[in-house]
């Protein structure tokens, strides 16, 4: 039988140990819910792309014709090609951030998220044999110590004994005046 303070020690242990597992194990669909919606958002800002650059153009088809045209409108078409301009930089750096969210974020995420799952649940397995042996290994160690506190305790009676009787025969021992064993002194014995 173990002592119940090591017994509390390795079970608290053990316990600390599952409960991680079990946060890691919860975490997962989390994981999963944030990549579906980042591949949804990524999607988004895909089509976002598509229709401004579809916007875009027939834009710059209107600034081209009001360009192309005599009197005042030619400098609206110059503006409004300027405007079109400014609008593909955005439409460049909104498709550089949905590139990099897929590449970056998204594509690696999906790859270590299976890759966890695994390995929690190898930890987990992992883990179970190897508390289930240690707790028969400290139980063990524990039933062994008891046995030879046993033994200990026996042979120190038995030593203890020993060790009087040899000081009460002793020649020449003044433990003898003192102590008696078996109401037999030194002088009885002679």
């Known amino acids: 039988m173990m002592e119940p303070a090591v017994e509390r020690e390795f079970s608290a242990l053990g316990g600390l140990f599952q409960h991680i597992i079990s946060d890691l194990k919860n975490s997962a669909p989390i994981w999963e819910d944030f990549l579906f919606k980042a591949s949804k958002f990524h999607g988004q800002l ?3 792309i ?10 710059q088809k209107i600034a081209d014709m009001a360009t192309s045209t005599r ?3 030619k400098e609206i078409g ?11 930089s955005v439409e460049a750096k909104l498709q550089i951030f949905a590139n990099a969210l897929q590449e970056g974020l998204v594509g690696p995420l999906q790859e270590k998220v299976e890759e966890w799952k695994k390995t929690v649940n190898n930890l987990d397995k992992e883990h179970s044999k190897e508390y289930k042996r240690a707790k028969q290994d400290l139980k063990k160690k524990s039933s062994d110590t008891l046995k030879l506190q046993k033994k ?3 042979g120190w009676f038995v030593f203890a004994t020993c060790l ?13 005046n003192e102590v ?11």
């Open 46 to 48: 895909r089509s976002t």
């Open 50 to 59: 598509l229709a401004s650059t579809s916007f875009l153009d027939s834009f």
């Open 71 to 73: 009197g005042a409108t």
């Open 78 to 88: 110059s503006a409004l090609t300027r405007l079109c301009l400014r609008q593909r």
């Open 152 to 154: 200990v305790r026996k």
């Open 164 to 176: 009087l009787c040899c000081l009460c025969f002793y020649p020449g021992s003044d433990f003898i």
């Open 180 to 190: 008696s064993v078996n109401e037999y002194s030194y002088g009885d014995l002679k």
